[in-house]
């Protein structure tokens, strides 16, 4: 499998060209007409991770793989990628149709307590296609051609209705049944993953000072799944590319942007229940994750 598909590699590979200062744009947010995409676009979509969600509205015949899944659409689906599992796509004919938009976690962690990762579609083996009759591909379409009709706005407040776009397609989808036409192959290490995954999300959110966060290392985590700490190591790393410590790391720095924005909590409080013996602990963590201290970020 290739490496994690940054959005910089998107907008060079599918669009030839980088919006300026999409480095400092931490949670970055844009929507494409999809004929319009595919008439840039040449390249085909790599089986690969990618550091954005990405949600579809898809008109067409195609196979997704998408982790250990294969899911065949038709029709009208809409789709919602996790970037914590690689995918791509297989069309089956020469028609499609619809619209897409991207963005990173940070466009929503940095206005909302809960995380994205709660939500059904994006959590552990959730299942990603929901497939539209006619009247609701035009209602879901006609969400999309409102968030395109914003981004050429000057509306001060454009994203922030941007962002209820979004959840108003989410909670659209939670009515309906996900599609079923899944091919399972689960492997030993993919399950160990999520269960693991499943493991540290339980610890979250962090809803008052006295609840701290116990499950620190992949040590800990390996006692409570009762293997061999090299052995979760392996089965993640193969599973998703990056090490258990680094999940646990990438974990405790959104819960902790999250309590710095939405709590008055001082420094020591946040560090204590995110488990770290020192303030100081805290601030040398926060600051190799984010590159800024806690209190530059709450300011």
């Known amino acids: 499998m290739s490496k994690t598909e940054t959005l910089e590699d998107f907008y060079r590979q599918k669009l030839n060209e980088t919006p300026p200062n999409l480095s400092q744009d931490l949670g970055h947010f844009n929507a494409f007409r999809l004929e319009d995409y595919h008439k840039v676009g ?47 796509m297989q069309p089956l004919d020469d028609t499609r149709s619809g619209f897409f938009c991207i963005f990173r976690e940070e466009f929503f962690s940095e206005y909302m307590r809960n995380n994205l990762r709660e939500l059904p579609m994006y959590a552990v083996g959730g299942k990603p296609a929901y497939p539209l009759n006619e009247t609701q591909d035009k209602n879901v379409a006609q969400v999309f051609e409102k968030m395109l009709e914003e981004l050429q706005s000057d509306y001060r407040f454009k994203y922030d209705l941007i962002r209820n776009y979004i959840m108003e397609m989410v909670h659209y989808a939670l009515k309906m049944q996900p599609s079923e036409r899944l091919y399972q192959n689960i492997d030993a290490n993919t399950r160990l993953t999520n269960v693991f995954t499943e493991l540290l999300e339980r610890q979250f959110p962090i809803e008052s000072p006295s609840q701290k966060f116990s499950l620190r290392s992949a040590k800990d985590f390996a006692s409570q799944l009762n293997v061999h700490v090299n052995h979760l190591n392996r ?29 008055d909590w001082n420094i020591s409080q946040i560090s204590y229940c995110l488990g770290f ?23």
């Open 42 to 88: 040449k390249a085909p979509i790599q089986y690969a991770r990618r550091d954005y969600y990405k949600i579809s509205l898809i008109r067409g015949h195609f196979v997704y793989h998408y982790a250990d899944k294969s899911l065949e659409v038709e029709g009208t689906t809409l789709l919602f990628f996790n970037p914590q599992v690689p995918y791509t």
């Open 235 to 263: 089965a993640i790393k193969l599973s998703t590319g990056k090490t258990t410590t680094g999940h646990i790391a990438e974990r405790l720095a959104s819960e902790a942007k999250a309590l710095l924005k939405h709590t």
């Open 277 to 299: 013996e020192e303030p100081a602990h805290f601030n040398h963590f926060f600051k190799k994750q984010t590159n800024l201290t806690p209190t530059a970020f709450r300011n």
